[in-house]
Antibody, heavy 122, light 109 residues
Framework: QVQLVESGGGVVQPGRSLRLSCATS????????LHWVRQAPGKGLEWLTL????????YYADSVKGRFTISRDNSKKTVYLQMNSLRPEDTAVYYC???????????????WGQGTLVTVSS | DIQMTQSPSSLSASVGDRVTITCRAS??????LVWYQQKPGRAPKLLLYGASILEGGVPSRFSGSGSGTDYTLTIGGLQPEDFATYYC???????????FGGGTKVEIK
């Protein structure tokens, strides 16, 4: 079955960096785009970024553009989120998620990881 | 950018009730709309896409409709396991932007 498992969350001071990882299994990793979505405590969902199946296309929400970088390692079936210059308002559960469509990015998420909590605080 | 507005933000209902949640886009999204269900401490779950297409394994009491800017999620006969928060999301502006609605919490009356 499809599985996405995030790791790398924790407590970090404002201005510092953190890298999240998302290990996947149960689907043909090299055929699908992948997303990161976050949810601040008690708040709604916020889409952050996506990467195409081959890593050639990357898109970002304005709120993280220039600070966050998505990447993928197809040999490890893992997607990453490098987060720099972290702010208290970046505190959230971060989910990685799989796009429904093969090759073409549809923007429709059919599987989610369980999430990893990032807390930005001094 | 497209904004998604859900209403109501919360509602109380009883088991067996018919529940309707509305999602309005700030511009037409050509039925490029998804509905997710999220329970506390859990990841969201895909319910419907294309505004009205039921994801496999989702009970048929869930249905979606709408066009243009206005969409609805209907739960026909609320079950105890349906108490959760529901989110809409547009994918019309894929891949440049994906936008979620603010969520609707369905609580037990």
């Amino acid at each position: 079955q499809v599985q996405l498992v995030e790791s790398g969350g924790g407590v970090v001071q404002p201005g510092r960096s953190l890298r999240l990882s998302c290990a996947t299994s149960g689907f043909t990793f090299t055929s699908y785009g992948l997303h990161w979505v976050r949810q601040a405590p008690g708040k709604g969902l916020e889409w952050l970024t996506l990467i195409s199946f081959d890593g050639s296309q990357k898109y970002y929400a304005d709120s993280v553009k220039g600070r966050f970088t998505i990447s993928r390692d197809n040999s490890k079936k893992t997607v990453y989120l490098q987060m720099n210059s972290l702010r208290p308002e970046d505190t959230a559960v971060y989910y990685c998620a799989k796009d429904q469509e093969t090759v073409v990015i549809r923007g429709l998420i059919d599987y989610w990881g369980q999430g990893t909590l990032v807390t930005v605080s001094s | 950018d497209i904004q998604m507005t859900q209403s109501p933000s919360s509602l109380s209902a009883s088991v067996g009730d018919r529940v309707t949640i509305t999602c309005r886009a700030s511009q037409g999204i050509n039925s490029c709309l998804v509905w997710y269900q999220q329970k506390p401490g859990r990841a969201p779950k895909l319910l419907l896409y294309g505004a009205s297409i039921l994801e496999g394994g989702v009970p048929s009491r869930f249905s979606g409709s709408g066009s243009g800017t206005d969409y609805t999620l209907t739960i026909g006969g609320l079950q105890p396991e349906d108490f959760a928060t529901y989110y809409c999301q547009q994918y019309y502006t894929t891949p440049r932007q994906l936008t979620f609605g603010g969520g609707t919490k369905v609580e037990i009356k």
